[in-house]
């Protein structure tokens, strides 16, 4: 059996889920189980999975190699130098 991948609006500053195909508690079971294959797969074979690459989807790029995203890190790293970056969801009122 194979199951259906969310279905996505994506713009440059968010991801929205349009659908889900899970509609029961034993989809989500199977999708679990199938997630946890392939993370151990992905592991395996010194990659990142599907499931870790939205967490890494910083700069737009998708990675599938670790060495790749420390690379993207240090080319940006030397580029801002001292320059400081905040996300814009950080308090920066006088009283915190």
Same mark, same amino acid.
């Given at each position: 059996m194979? /199951? !259906? @991948? *969310?279905t996505? +609006?994506?713009?440059?500053? /968010?991801k929205e889920i349009i659908? +889900? *195909?899970i509609k029961t508690l034993e989809d989500a079971k199977e999708l679990m189980k199938k997630d946890i294959e392939r993370i151990y797969e992905c592991i395996?074979?010194?990659?990142?999975c599907h499931q870790a690459k939205e967490? @890494? =989807? @910083?700069?737009?790029e998708n990675f599938e190699y670790p060495d790749q995203v =420390?690379?993207?890190f240090e080319r940006i790293d030397k580029k801002l130098g001292d320059t400081?970056?905040? !996300? *814009?969801? /950080?308090d920066l009122? *006088?009283? =915190?």
């Open positions: 194979k /199951t !259906a @991948l *969310p996505y +609006r994506e713009k440059w500053w /968010t659908s +889900r *195909p395996d074979k010194g990659k990142f967490q @890494l =989807n @910083l700069f737009g =420390n690379d993207m400081m970056m905040i !996300a *814009p969801e /950080t009122s *006088p009283e =915190n």
